[in-house]
């Protein structure tokens, strides 16, 4: 390796081996002074941001006088993916360490290129230092443990005549590949960047994630603004710019490419950057300025692993949701426990990251991509890929049919085996909700249609107990439109009857009613009447909310007429509850009375519980509207208690609101504002703001 710094050297003399290169005198004699030791540090990176708690850490453990204890901290290594930005706060916090003077004998740089076909190996590296330091190429000898020697030996000189060294080494692949350089004694400290992590050296780590949406968009204002200092684009143009860090995965390399496009280009609008990298079917495709490319960056990583580290991240790319439990990467890989020791060799490289909690594994958006891009280039990975999808697919829909037995299980009926109570039901759907959602996506492709579509099924009643609803009209639109392709009439009728009940809970009643009215059509073809009762009922409730009053009741009431007919109780509970909400929307409030009390005991008789509270809260809604205040008050309170058992806090609310009105209307203020004040809370818990707002400012009326 030639003198990659230039400038001139100090000579080094005196200096005697032995037969095994052993150093027996050393004299460091000082001269003029060596630029190329005190000047060795790349320049600050333009337009640096963020990291800023990262950078105090760096500086905290260098510091002389900072809180760590002498010689604690001898060496520090950044680690991160590529392209997260390591060297960048490496350089940063050199240029901090010096401009203190903590360093005084000066600030050495070599980079490794650890992940280079050329890679520099130890030996390389100190011959390199060396030469930095001022020895003369022919007194530095062969092998690494007497260089290493030499290094350190130069670095004690140099210690003792100027003072503390900082030796920066960049883009190190190992800890075998930067031991050498460690720089020895107390006073000398050692700045490793890698994208692995690097516990064998004893050092400080610092692993580096993606920046915060504010840094990120700091980044791109900034970028701008150093080209152009009148460039307001991101400025004027803020949610696109959040977007355009969005689809960078907030990856500081990526955001920088992003930038350099918009410069070249000053007439280009950040939305069309935007548009352009949202509808490319490869997005890292455009994440490349000519000199950079996010794409280059994540394959030096991936050429580096053995096979079955390269196997398992591709297989990862391809997993539904943002990150996946170790059981579905035992699935991914067709194996029965998951791959741990490979797990973590990913983690250490940072290609794979740790998920929200323990045994759940995640990967960054970028890499994700470059994965699935790494299989559509070759027809054997991608049989492997589509295999491996199908395996997860088939797993997640077995476990949600039995999380939704679950959910559905009522005394009488046989017990679920999988989910052993209802809370561990909803928790399972709770944590893998996203990755459900993303695998009933796989329905538009042919070979996932039938096992995707049964999966919509499987999550219409959590989906819709968890009020989300845009999350289910996703699931059964695309369910719907993959059953209508395959010909499949009854699973169309069933996609078409889930996003009916979704449209019409979030308040698209006309397009409820025509999906409604298509599923009612389906059932009626495929002669399922307890399906087509369950239709007739969403509908009903989908014409009330469209203010057509008597077509709702007509329609409620054939629900009713069919689920009496095939004996299906609980449901046909449900159907006159609802029957009743709407002959009271009508002013018919002893018929609804009636209504709702025939399904509160058709729902005791069953022991359904859940719409027991239902059926409670209409009753007393009809009592209160006839003056029946006391009476109001106790099915209310019943309700609460039934809601709150289910944690069904939006209903609990509802049954909390009218409470307090009940207790408003008797002139009992104190109670009524308690009672609203719980109900604002139980709003809250269920995601409701608009509602919960409402109750507190209910309160705050009745506030002396």
């Known amino acids: 390796m030639g003198d990659q710094y230039g400038g001139d050297h100090k000579d080094f003399r005196g200096g005697t081996f032995n037969g095994d290169f052993t150093v027996k005198k050393v004299e460091y004699h000082q001269h003029d002074p060596a630029p190329t030791a005190l000047d060795a540090l790349p320049p600050k990176a333009a337009g640096f941001t963020g990291r800023g708690d990262q950078l105090g850490e760096l500086l905290r453990a260098f510091d002389p006088a900072g809180g760590e204890a002498p010689g604690t901290v001898l060496v520090a290594a950044v680690s991160g993916l590529g392209g997260i930005g390591k060297t960048a706060l490496a350089v940063e916090a050199a240029h901090a360490a010096r401009e203190n003077k903590w360093f005084p004998g000066g600030v050495l740089f070599v980079n490794l290129h650890g992940y280079d076909d050329d890679r520099l190996t130890a030996e390389q590296a100190l011959a390199t230092l060396l030469r930095a330091l001022g020895t003369p190429p022919e007194h530095i000898p062969n092998g690494v443990d007497t260089r290493a020697a030499l290094y350190r030996s130069v670095l004690a000189a140099r210690a003792r005549e100027l003072g503390a060294v900082l030796v920066l080494a960049d883009n190190v692949s190992s800890a075998e590949q930067v031991r050498p350089l460690h720089p020895g004694g107390a006073r000398h400290r050692l700045l490793a960047t890698s994208r692995s992590k690097l516990p064998q050296l004893g050092a400080r780590l610092l692993s580096l994630g993606e920046l915060s949406p504010e840094e990120a968009y700091d980044l791109l204002d900034r970028a701008l603004r150093i080209a152009a200092r009148d460039d307001a684009r991101v400025a004027n143009e803020g949610e696109a710019a959040a977007e355009l860090a969005l689809l960078c995965g907030h990856l500081p390399l990526a955001l920088q490419i992003a930038a350099a496009l918009l410069v070249l280009d000053r007439d280009k609008p950040v939305a069309e950057l935007v548009l352009e990298l949202a509808e490319s079917g490869d997005r890292l495709l455009h994440l490349d300025d000519g000199e950079r490319s996010v794409r280059a960056a994540f394959d030096l990583s991936y050429r580096r692993l053995p096979a079955e580290q390269a196997r398992l991240l591709r297989l990862l790319a ?92 009522l005394p009488g009926m046989p017990v679920p085996e999988r989910f052993t109570d209802r809370a561990g039901a909803l928790a399972w759907f709770d944590s893998e909700r996203a990755a459900l959602v993303a695998a009933v996506q796989w329905a538009r492709e042919e070979r996932f249609v039938a096992t995707a579509v049964q999966l919509s099924q499987c999550l219409a009643l959590y989906l819709g107990w968890r009020r989300l609803f845009d999350d289910k009209i996703t699931v059964a639109d695309t369910a719907r439109e993959a059953a209508c392709r395959a010909g499949d009439r009854f699973g169309e009728a069933i996609a078409s009857d889930h996003l009916g009940g979704a449209l019409r809970e979030a308040g698209r009643a006309g397009e409820a009613i025509d999906a409604l009215t298509h599923a009612c059509d389906l059932y009626q073809e495929a002669g399922d009447r307890f399906r087509e009762a369950g239709a007739w009922g969403n509908l009903g409730s989908a014409l009330g909310k469209a203010g057509r009053a008597g077509e709702a009741i007509d329609a409620l009431t054939r629900a009713c007429d069919l689920f009496q007919e095939v004996g299906a109780r609980h449901r046909e509970a449900m159907a006159l509850h609802n029957l009743g909400c709407e002959l009271r929307r009508v002013g018919r409030v002893e018929e609804a009375i009636d209504a709702h009390c025939r399904a509160r005991d058709l729902c005791q008789a069953v022991k359904d519980r859940r719409n027991e509270g239902m059926a409670w809260n209409g009753l007393g809604r009809a009592l209160w509207e006839v003056g029946r205040g006391g009476e109001a008050a106790e099915a209310f309170s019943k309700a609460q208690a039934i809601h709150e058992e ?25 109670e009524a504002r308690a009672r609203y004040l719980q109900s604002a809370d139980a709003y809250t818990r269920a995601n409701a703001p608009t509602e919960a707002a409402r109750s507190r400012a209910w309160a705050e009326e009745l506030t002396p």
């Open 318 to 409: 391809l997993a539904p949701g943002p990150e996946v439990t170790a059981e579905v990467v035992a699935v991914l890989d067709g194996a029965d426990t998951a791959p741990v020791r490979v797990l973590d060799a990913l983690s250490r490289a940072h290609l794979v990251e740790r998920g929200s909690g323990r045994g759940r594994w995640r990967l960054h958006d970028l890499v994700r991509v470059f994965g699935v891009g790494v299989v559509k280039e070759d027809a054997g990975l991608q049989e492997e890929g589509e295999a491996a999808r199908e395996r997860v697919l088939a797993f997640y829909r077995r476990w949600a049919d039995a999380a939704d037995d679950r959910l559905r299980w």
């Open 646 to 670: 289910f944690e069904d806090w939006h209903q609990a609310g509802t049954a909390l609101m009218y409470l307090a009105a009940t207790h408003e209307d008797a002139d009992r203020p104190a």
